[in-house]
């Protein structure tokens, strides 16, 4: 846990708001589970710390969805605490490239637009695409 000076009730709204009974284990960069939905504690323009809710955007950068405390501007992300992750049961299965772009097609991509693409960026895309999917299907 961090040794932040965080807002006093910052831990209670965020875990109340997600009905979750304490605080999740902060990213560990060796887990290769993908995280789509998590705990983010932020830096805001007041010089506070606070957690906000956050989802896994375009490109892995977080989203957020839910703040608590002061209506000052996030400055920054500290941490990230993930609570949601991908469930690769759900995956569609994607072989090849052509899985990849009809995939990728049929949620609203430019065919054309993916062949300029590098397999790196794909994967990325449809990681996102993935992500949404996840959340949509548990109404979040």
């Known amino acids: 846990m961090s040794t ?3 807002r006093k009730g910052a831990e209670t709204d965020v875990l109340s708001y997600l009905n979750l009974g304490k605080m999740p284990p902060i990213l560990n960069e060796k887990d290769d589970r993908i995280w789509i939905k998590a705990i983010a504690l932020v830096y805001k323009s007041d010089n506070s710390y606070d957690y906000v809710v956050v989802t896994r955007g375009e490109g892995f ?3 957020v969805k839910k703040t608590f405390g002061s209506m000052y501007s996030i400055s920054k992300i500290e ?3 993930p609570f949601m992750f991908l469930d690769e049961k759900t995956l569609p299965l994607l072989k090849t490239r052509k899985d990849v772009f009809n995939y990728l097609e049929s949620k609203g991509r430019n065919v054309y ?3 300029t693409l590098s397999d790196e960026d794909l994967k ?3 990681q996102y695409e993935m992500a949404k999917d996840n959340l949509k299907q548990l109404s979040l």
């Open 4 to 6: 932040k000076k965080i």
């Open 113 to 115: 637009v993916l062949n």
């Open 124 to 126: 990325n895309i449809t």
């Open 61 to 63: 950068s977080p989203e």
């Open 79 to 81: 941490e990230i605490y």
